[in-house]
C-alpha cells in the first residue's frame, strides 16, 4: 500500500482545463496522520474526534484530548485540519456515557446523538472546546459539529466554543489565530435552511452517508439496503446540485467528506454538479487525483446537467459509458 500511494503522492489534481481541486483525506486517530504526506493530500477535511472516545475504557480527560489534537496540528503542519466534535450515540456507544438513561432507542441512528448529545451534555463540548482552543493555539482552528439540523444548533455550538474562547482570553492564554466554523450538512432539514446559515458559516461539509440514508429512509449499515440504493442516484445529485447552489453566492467552502466523494464514477459525478473539495478515505486520495487529472470540467458539467435535468434509466450505466468513451 505504501508504494502505491508514493507513486501517487506527486500528483497534483488539476483538470485538464486547469481548475485545482481539493483532496483531503478523513482520519481519527493519531496513527492516520502518517498518510497525509504518505498520499500527498491537502489536508484532513474530517478528524472524527470520537475515535478517541471509543478506543477508551473511561471519558479522556481534557488534557488527553489536547495532546491528540495538538499531536494532530503538529503532524498536519501547514496542512489544514478540521476537527468535527463528538459524532456519539447512534451506532457508536460509549459504555462510560449513560445514554438516554439506560433506555434503549428504537431507532439510534435518528435518536440521541452527535451534536443533540453535546449541547445537552455541555460539558461535553465544554471540555472539548477548550482542548481544541488550546491546541490550536497560534494557529488556525477549524471546526464543525455533525448532525445540524437547524440554525440554532450550530449557533449553540458555536457559542459553547466562544464562552470557551472567552475564558481563556480573561486567563490571558494563548488563543488560536483565528477560528472557522463549519456544519455538516447529514439531515436534509438543514438543506431547506441554508440561506440563514450560510452567512454565519466558513464552510459546509457534507456527510453524505448520513445524508443518504436519510433522504432515502435506509439505514446505511443495513446489508439489505446496500445494493439498493445508488449514490449515483438523480434524487441524491440533484439534492447536492441545489445544496451547492444555495451557497454559492458566499463565501464558504463546500466539501463532500462521504465515502462516495472516494469512489471513482461517484467523484466524477461531484464534480459535474460544482462539487471541487473532497475529503475522502486515505486510500482513494491517489486514483481521486489521478482521475481529476483527466477529467475536463466543462465537459462532465454538461453531461450531468443533461442526466439530471432528463435521467436516464441507469445513470450509473451512462457514466460509465462517457468515462469509457473518454479513457477515464
Ligand atoms: C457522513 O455521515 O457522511 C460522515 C462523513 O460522517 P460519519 O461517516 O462519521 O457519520
Ligand atoms: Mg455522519
Known amino acids: 500500500r505504501q508504494a502505491a500511494y508514493a507513486a501517487l503522492r506527486d500528483v497534483e489534481p488539476f483538470t485538464r482545463d486547469g481548475t485545482r481541486i481539493k483532496v483531503m483525506m478523513n482520519a481519527g486517530l493519531r496513527d492516520d496522520m502518517p498518510n497525509l504526506s504518505l498520499t500527498g493530500a491537502d489536508?484532513?477535511?474530517?478528524?472524527?474526534?470520537?475515535?478517541?472516545?471509543?478506543?477508551?475504557?473511561?471519558?479522556?480527560?481534557?488534557?488527553r484530548q489536547t495532546r491528540l489534537y495538538r499531536d494532530v496540528l503538529d503532524a498536519a503542519g501547514d496542512k489544514p485540519v478540521v476537527f468535527r466534535t463528538i459524532d456519539i450515540g447512534g451506532d457508536k456507544v460509549l459504555p462510560y456515557?449513560?445514554?438516554?438513561?439506560?433506555?434503549?432507542?428504537?431507532?439510534?441512528?435518528?435518536?440521541?446523538?452527535?451534536?443533540?448529545?453535546?449541547?445537552?451534555?455541555?460539558?461535553?463540548?465544554?471540555?472539548?472546546?477548550?482542548?481544541?482552543?488550546?491546541?490550536?493555539?497560534?494557529?488556525?482552528?477549524?471546526?464543525?459539529?455533525?448532525?445540524?439540523?437547524?440554525?440554532?444548533?450550530?449557533?449553540?455550538?458555536r457559542a459553547v466554543f466562544e464562552g470557551q474562547r472567552q475564558f481563556l482570553k480573561s486567563q490571558k492564554k494563548l488563543l488560536p489565530e483565528a477560528i472557522r466554523y463549519g456544519a455538516m450538512l447529514e439531515v436534509p432539514a438543514l438543506a431547506e435552511q441554508l440561506d440563514v446559515l450560510a452567512p454565519h458559516l466558513s464552510f459546509l461539509s457534507i456527510g453524505t452517508n448520513d445524508l443518504t440514508q436519510f433522504l432515502f429512509a435506509a439505514d446505511r449499515s443495513n446489508p439489505k439496503l446496500a445494493e439498493r440504493y445508488d449514490w449515483l442516484s438523480p434524487a441524491i445529485l440533484r439534492f447536492l446540485r441545489r445544496v451547492q447552489q444555495s451557497v454559492a453566492g458566499y463565501d464558504v467552502d463546500v466539501t463532500v467528506c462521504g465515502e462516495m466523494g472516494g469512489r471513482r464514477l461517484?467523484?466524477?459525478?461531484?464534480?459535474?454538479?460544482?462539487?471541487?473539495?473532497?475529503?475522502?478515505?486515505?486510500?482513494?486520495?491517489g486514483p481521486v487525483k489521478e482521475l481529476v487529472r483527466k477529467v475536463d470540467l466543462a465537459d462532465i458539467t454538461e453531461a450531468m446537467n443533461r442526466w439530471l435535468s432528463a435521467p436516464p434509466a441507469n445513470l450509473r450505466e451512462a457514466l460509465t459509458g462517457w468515462a469509457h468513451e473518454r479513457g477515464i
Not at 478506543?55 to 480527560?61: H, K, Y
Not at 481544541?132 to 497560534?138: D, F, S, V, Y
Open 97 to 157: 456515557l449513560r445514554h438516554n438513561d439506560g433506555e434503549q432507542e428504537e431507532n439510534p441512528a435518528m435518536g440521541w446523538r452527535a451534536l443533540r448529545v453535546a449541547l445537552e451534555r455541555d460539558g461535553l463540548l465544554k471540555v472539548q472546546a477548550r482542548a481544541m482552543l488550546e491546541a490550536a493555539a497560534g494557529r488556525t482552528l477549524n471546526v464543525m459539529f455533525p448532525m445540524v439540523a437547524e440554525p440554532w444548533e450550530f449557533e449553540a455550538a
Open 266 to 285: 461517484e467523484a466524477l459525478a461531484l464534480l459535474g454538479i460544482g462539487i471541487r473539495r473532497l475529503s475522502i478515505t486515505p486510500a482513494s486520495v
Open 43 to 63: 489536508g484532513v477535511g474530517l478528524f472524527r474526534t470520537e475515535f478517541q472516545f471509543l478506543v477508551s475504557a473511561t471519558l479522556p480527560a481534557r488534557e
